[in-house]
C-alpha cells in the first residue's frame, strides 16, 4: 500500500473519519450531479432533474487511485449517490479489489426508509472497506428528507461503523425535527440564511440570495472560506494546497472546487501534481481569484467582455457566481459544468 494511503488508515484508525478529516482535508468522487432531492443551499445544482450521467466502474477506480495519493480522507459525494446503489457498490467492490476504496460515503440520508434497508446497505459498505459515513442535516436538507430518515440513518451508521466514523451534526433528534419546521418557514429560514450565509453558487445563488442585503462592493463582508476564516480580499485560501477544503473529481472528469471552477481533466492531469503546482495554479480564473478575489474578476470581466459589475452585491461569492455566470460562455471549460451555471 503507498505510504500516504497507509498514514491516513492509520490515522482514521487512531482518531476515526471525522477527525482525520477535519486535520488532513478531503477529496472525493462527485458520483453523479443527480440528486434525490434539491436543497436550496447546493453549490453544484444538484436535483432529481439533472442528467443520471454517473461514474462508470472504470472512471471510479481510475480516479479514486489518484485521490488516494492525495494524503487525505477520500469518499464519495454527489448528488446522491446512493440514487444508484447497484453501480455505486459495484464501483466500490471493484475499488476495494484494487486496494482504493473510499473511506466513506456521503449521503443525504433520503435512501433510510427502513432499518433492514440501511443495515444492509451499510454492511455491503463494510464488507467492501468502507469505514465511515457522512450524512447531511440541515433546514435545506430536511426541507425534503423527513427527519426520521436522517435519524434512523444516524442510530444506525453510529451502531455500526462507531461515532468516531459518522461525521454528521450532534444536533438532538428534537432540532432535527425542528429543520424540517424551519423550512417550511420563510421567517425562520430567512434568520438561518442571515446568520448562516451559504456559499451563494448554483442552486444557492438562485434560491437563497433574496434573503440577504445588497450592500456597496467596497462594505461586502469578509469571505466565508470553508476550512480557514478569512478577511483577504483574494480567494487563496480556497485554492492553496495548505489550505483548500475539497478536491472533487466528477463524472465528466472535471477537477472541481467547491466554487464552481474546474481546475483541470483528471484524465490529462494528475490530481497530486496538480496539487503540487498550486491548485490556484490551475489557470488564469484560479489565480485572478486567489489573488484579487471577485473584484479582480469582475474588472478583469469589464475590461475584456463588458461586464456591467453592479454596484452592489450580498457577498463577495455573490459577485464572484454573477461574474463567473457572464464568462461561463467564454471559458466553458473553466466555469462548468452546466449543472452548476445552469437554472
Ligand atoms: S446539497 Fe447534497 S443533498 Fe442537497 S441537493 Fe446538493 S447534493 Fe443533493
Ligand atoms: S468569492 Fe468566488 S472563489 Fe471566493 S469563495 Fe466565493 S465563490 Fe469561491
Redo the contacts with the bound molecule.
Sequence with gaps: MPDAREAVDRLIAEVGVTAAGQRLGVAALLYTYRCTIACRHCCFGCAGERSPVRMTLEQSVYHLRQLHELGRVIHIAGGEAMLFWDDLLAAVQAAFADGVQPHFIESNASFATDDALVRERYAALQANGVVGMLLSADPYHQAFVPPERFLRARRLAREMFGPQNVWTTNASDDTIVDFAAIARDEARLRDHVRAHPP???GTAHRELRPFLDPVPLGQLPP????RVPHNDPG?LV??ARETIWELHIDPYDNIQ?????ILGNARETRLLDLLERGPENANFISKL?ADE??LG?ADSARREHGFDIPDRAV???D???ST?TLLRPHYPHILGPAEVYGK
Design positions: 456559499v451563494l453558487v469571505g466565508r472560506a470553508w480567494c480556497e485554492f472546487t467547491n466554487c464552481g471552477v481569484l478575489g471577485p474578476l457577498t463577495k461569492c459577485l464572484c457566481y463567473r
